[in-house]
């Protein structure tokens, strides 16, 4: 299980779109050999289909995909946009720390929320995460 290591987080990162959020999470999957390029395809479809459902809290999205569409290894990547974007969702936008979230299996996919939401529980930690210089900075929330 890879989770948030410094190769799968980019921070400041400039997108236009949801969708271009979206992709950015994504390939640090697939440029790790995480997940096929089909894998970021379906993370966009899905969005695409069903909305911003994955938006679950204010400013954070978990966009992922099923683990059939391309997941090589369970993963989490993480891009903190310079800007945040809106994804459409009534409550929780804009959005501004995307976390892409890559389960081979429904067992996997539990555990990389446990993880995230860990992480995520306290409003501590999601100040930090928007304002950490570095990533060694972030390395230090968990």
Do not use: W
């Amino acid at each position: 299980m890879k989770f948030l290591e410094e190769h799968l987080v980019n921070l400041d990162v400039s997108v236009s779109s949801a969708e271009e959020a979206i992709r950015m999470a994504g390939r640090l999957l697939v440029e790790d050999d995480l997940a096929d390029p089909r894998y970021v395809d379906a993370m966009v479809d899905s969005y695409k289909i069903n909305g911003p459902y994955f938006v679950l809290s204010p400013q954070i999205a978990l966009p992922h995909a099923r683990p059939e569409d391309g997941v090589k290894e369970a993963s989490v990547s993480f891009v903190r946009l310079k800007e945040p974007v809106v994804f459409g969702h009534a409550a929780n936008d804009p959005v501004q720390l995307v976390f892409g979230l890559g389960a081979s299996s429904s067992e996997e996919h539990l555990k990389l929320l446990q993880k995230l939401m860990r992480l995520l529980g306290t409003s501590s930690n999601i100040e930090k995460l928007k304002n950490a210089p570095c990533f060694s900075e972030i390395t230090k929330l968990f």
